[in-house]
């Protein structure tokens, strides 16, 4: 069975289906992608599998268990992770501390042991500043550490969230353009980043333009177009297939970006 | 110098009461320095605005005692902040002169504080008797629901009985509202009520007068003495013909006969408030003109500016006779008003008349 | 290795607060001093509730009404010592907070405010409404805390306005170690997290609705426990503590110290304090000016006195 | 019968009066997403500024019109010396600068006017109408006129003119508002001119009613504020639905219920309805995606 | 057209502009890259106005820049499409695009709404829907689409293809090489350096808040260093 299991998920704003039966698995250190044309319905997926929406209809299961609807932090519980597309960036904190409270599952603690700042809850939290100043040098983020977030260049922040993302330690990850304001150099380094991620066993949903990465990293990729799954499979089949080729991807002529 | 202090409601909610009050307590000092001051020294007032803020009084008081080392306290425009100074002045032993109504201030009497005004507890009584006397025992009554109006309806729901009257309706109205209709509606439509008694300051019983001839309730409309100001009359227009009220010989100052008691100081306040300030006198500076001299009158019998003496001086007051009445003070009376110098007024033709 | 900032400024407050009787010319100050601790207190709770958290309370000085009224009637009616009176007002505080906390946190920004506000208005009525029980809008006296005389008889012998000082400046410190321990915890992130993104906090794993009900409840506290200090102090109390003014007054200290500093708090409360007692001499011209420092502060100091002057120094520095 | 007609009318005259100020609000608060807490000083000036010319000798029509435009000149004044200076702050830091320069003005205007109580003579008249027994005043048709008259406008004003579309941009991203040619440091003087003059408006309207004074303004914004939230803030369907409803709310309470706990009512009602209509009545819910 | 000379801005006391200088000539399409942080976007909001500098020189058809109002640089003719969308979430699509004509006369908002609409279907459809509800990509078209209802001399482009599907990335570069043809002048930040080139006449390449490099495009796609540091090839 699936770590994630999406079955015939969709949601509907006003008379617009945005996403509708919709369903796919991923397994551990899987690399799943999910394409489409512009509103096709990929970030409304990915917040109805991480609680930002509720679904109208179908399920999502974790490792078997129904979580559909669960609130954010419920699923955060559980081991699922995301980044955004529009950044969700705690601005006022520094760039360490928004990577620290990505570790607050393992960071918490009881209120008053933190209102009182006893020897354990200072444990907590200097393990915390650990773990997240080794995942800032992972991004290469370090030097900002101690910056306000706010303080950031639009494709700094894109990582902060990545890095905030692993401070979970999850064991499955949803990335929504993780690469948008990167270029090709900084996209090549978050895609080794994202294949290490998904080597150590976790899970990774990712949405993404940039098909040179789509196709270099997904072990397997779905098509959404106008809400509908219209195909899926591996990335050399897909990107293959004419009406994923008529919808998304373009006639292409040699163009750099898309199929490289 | 003799230093003495005071801290009044010059903004704020009670504004009414404590500018003019804050006015009198400056031209008072002004003119009696002029005459030569107090036992040949000067008198400073020290004056603080507490914009009715019953813990910015308390500062105010302490730092009266404390900074400004004052000999004596004149303030407290509302029994709030009176109750707020009555405690600072206990501890530091400072005498202390109220200008508040309610009947609390000096009842028990607590050593160092006195206080000028009539208590609402006699407003009550003084409008009871005359009600009973014009035959009305079944009354409404509407009141603010500031520290003034609540009090002293709950003094007159307390004393109703005493006079035989009944009260029959019961209404309340925020301080700043801006329409009483509805209370008013209740009261006209309750079946029996021969009277309505109004108790509160400020813009509230203006406006429920107002009301009150706009319903063309023809039931007598009783006032407190809250309102007793020529200002009243203006902005309650044509509607407060008839309007009776509790008031001080101030506002009928050019009816007293020359061998009226008070016909020689009422009409020297009133002549010097009217000059300096602008505007009519009104009973609530008549407060603080008659805390003030009381003060001066004491500290002159003492024949010394030290606080214990002062206080024992006012509590041996005796037939002093000021704007809001004579004051006859003792160990057991930190008042020492009686109902007689309370006079029932009623307005005629815009202007304040005696009512026999 | 370095001091942390947090005891840094907590040493540093602890200076002030110990060294400022050198330079007062009279018992008065004692006074002043020990309402701005006073104020602090609370607006400590609010720099939690509003800097931390980003939920805005037009109504907190109801809690502060629920101290104080809870150190006037408790002893009276359940016989409880002043000080546990005291106590007892922060578990209602508390507990009401928490009740009402759950659906009305559910609302943001200025919905919460007038949520808030309509609170702390309800609280103010009763006050000054249950007339019998109460006393009303002209307030009533509050019984004698009695731990001076108690100090007196071990030997520290304190006048009543240096007791006050000093015990609220107690409480004061205390509570701004709890508030900078807090700040720099997992819950305080977690709170400071869902001030900028109450969805990406959820994402990590906050739970958003309860960590904003922890953060209303302990300022909840914090503000009980201010009314009930001005209560003792003050020995009388009116519903005005409870009132829609003094709670603005308390959201603009926080907002002028610096929402987001627990010294700014004390900035903040400090400056309000004091600014009325100084202005006294301005006489008729006190509101103006009063209301111009106000917007000059705002104006070239954005972030609050606290947050911009220390940037500023760091930048020297 | 007569009775129930009685709070009603009473209570559409108050809620008219909260109406216009909490449209006031909602046009500062439209440019800027803030509240501007000096709202109920412009309210007090209307009134304030009316009386004293009246008083001077100017005829009533005249002295209002000074005093709307006096208001409106404050308001670029508040604008231009303080909140434009203040640049960038954060929104919490231009609400304190509204609180303070409501203080600066109530200051200024007891030294300027003074502190007692003034009222001056209804437009039409201070003869109440009796209508089947109820008892209907001319100047409360006025208010009412007024506010329905300001909500059209305002109505149009923001769906109808592009410059209402400006303002509305002004609030929802000044960069980007720049970035399209907005004059952003404009549309902010022109909605505090609008919303002090609005304001003003009330105070002119309500002083014979209700009387005015240097401090009469605190009571008016509060209502005005609880008003506009309980209708949404920023939408002027929602000012003028919920002003009214609050009056009516408060006049059936004080007649009908308790008049000692008609402030609470109307607040229990206010938090009821926002806990099923977070945005209150008419509010709009806001857009952000993630 | 454009002309920028030794430009410095700073973020309170940070300075991250330390004199940057280009030109853009009248019908160019210029181009600029660099790294995460670089400065690119800092370049483009001094230029527009919304970000204050604290030195040199900015100069656009003749007129000097420093100190005129954002509002007015539109009127001139500069429109930018920003980073991050920057839409008017609470407005409808079509008021989005009515605001970027702001200045100018209602003759012409409808034909070139109508150009806005053909260019991006989906925007016509969704008309009526407040724009915070469209997708990032549909964000982007609008505003893109919106900067050009200004109908700019000088088109300020920051990230245009971000989060734009392949099929609509290939059309934007049209879209820009289409404008020069109608003697737009276009000032392109992109990432994705090697498409923006191709269509470039010339580039600049920003290290640090400085320029370190520039060239005609080709001389920048054939050089190695470019190659290695940008397009990942
Ligand atoms: N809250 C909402 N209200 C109205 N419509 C919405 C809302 N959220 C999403 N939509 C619509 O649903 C569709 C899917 O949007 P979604 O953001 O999921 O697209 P996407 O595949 O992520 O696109 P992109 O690649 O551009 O990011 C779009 O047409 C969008 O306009
Ligand atoms: N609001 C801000 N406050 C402080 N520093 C900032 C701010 N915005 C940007 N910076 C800093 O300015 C520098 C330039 O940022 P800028 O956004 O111009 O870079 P960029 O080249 O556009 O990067 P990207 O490709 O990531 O968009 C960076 O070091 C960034 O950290
Ligand atoms: C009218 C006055 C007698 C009122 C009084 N000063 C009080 O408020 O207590
Ligand atoms: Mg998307
Ligand atoms: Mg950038």
Redesign the interface.
Known sequence: MPLLSVEGLGIDFGGLRAVNDVGFGVEPGEIVSVIGPNGAGKTTLFNMISGAYRPARGKVSLDGEAVTGMAPNQLAERGLSRTFQNLQIFQKMSVLENVMTGRHLKARGSLVADLFSTPASRRRTAEARTVASGLLARVGLDRAADQQASSLSYGALKRLEIARALALEPRILLLDEPAAGCNAVETEEIDHLIADVAKSGVAILLVEHDMKMVMRISSHIVVLDRGEKIAEGKPEKVSRDPKVIEAYLGVQEGSGHALG | DIKIGSTVS????A??LG?PEAKTLRMLVDEINAAGGVLGEKIELVS??DAG????A??FA??L???DEVVAIVGGS???TT??I??VVA?AEIPFISLAG?L?IVDPVQPWTFKTPHTDRMACGKIFENMKAGGLTKIGLISG???FG??MR?HCVDIAGDYGIEILAD????P????M???L??LR?KEGVQAILNAGF??GP??VTRNYG???IKTPLYQSHGVASK?FI??A?PASNGVKIPGTAILIADQLSQDDPQYAVVTAYRKIYEEKAG?PASTFGGYAHDALRLLVDAINRAGAAEPQAIRDAIEQTKGFVGVTGAFNMSATDHLGLDLSAFRMLEIKDGNWVLLQ | MRLSSKHLTLLILLAIVALAPLAFPSNFYYRIGALAFVNGLAVTGLVILIGFAGQVSLGHAGFAGIGAYTCALAPIYLGLHPALAMLLGTVISAGIAWLIGGPILRLKGYYLGVATLGFGILVSMVLANEVPITGGADGREVPELGLRAALKFIGIDLSNAQFWYAFTALFLLGGAWVASNLHDSAAGRALRALHDSEIAAGTVGVDVARYKLSAFVLSAVYASLSGSLLALMNKFITPDVAGFLHSVELVTMTVLGGAGSVPGAIAGATLLTLLPQALTALQAYEHMILGLIMMLVMIFMRDGLVPTLSRALRGRG | MTELLQYLVSGTTVGAAYALVALGFTIIYNASDVVNFAQGEFVMLGGMVTFFAWQAGVPLPLAALLAIVAAAVIGVLLNKLAIERAGAAPVVSLIIITIGASIFLRGGAQLVFDKQLHRFPGFSGDEPMNVGGVTILPQGLWVVAVAVMVFVLLYVFFTRTLTGKAILATANNRVAAKLVGINTDYMMSLSFALSAAIGALAGILMTPISLTSYDLGVPFALKGFAAAMLGGMGVPVGALVGGLLLGLIEALTAGLVSSTYKDAVAFIVILVVLFWMPQGLFGRKSMERV | MLSVENLRSRYGRIEVLHGVDLQVRSGEIVTVVGANGAGKTTLLRCISGVQPISGGNLVFKGEPLQGMPAHRRVALGLAQSPEGRQIFTSLSVEENLRLGAYLFADARVDTDMAEAFAMFPILREKRNLAAGGLSGGQQQMLAISRALMARPACLLLDEPSMGLAPILVAQIMDVIRNLKTLGVTVLLVEQNAYAALRIADRGYVMETGRVTMQGTAEELIADERIRAAYLGV
Do not use: F, H, V
């Open positions: 010059e903004t704020g909610p504004s009414s500018d603080y605005d803020d019953p813990n910015k308390r500062t302490t730092r005692i404390e900074d509302t029994t709030a109750m707020s009555m405690q501890d309610a609390e629901s500031d520290g609540a009090s709950k209404e309340i109205y925020g700043t509202d801006a329409d209709t509805p209370q509606t209740n439509s400020g813009q203006a406006i706009q319903l063309g200002a203006e902005l227009g505007s």
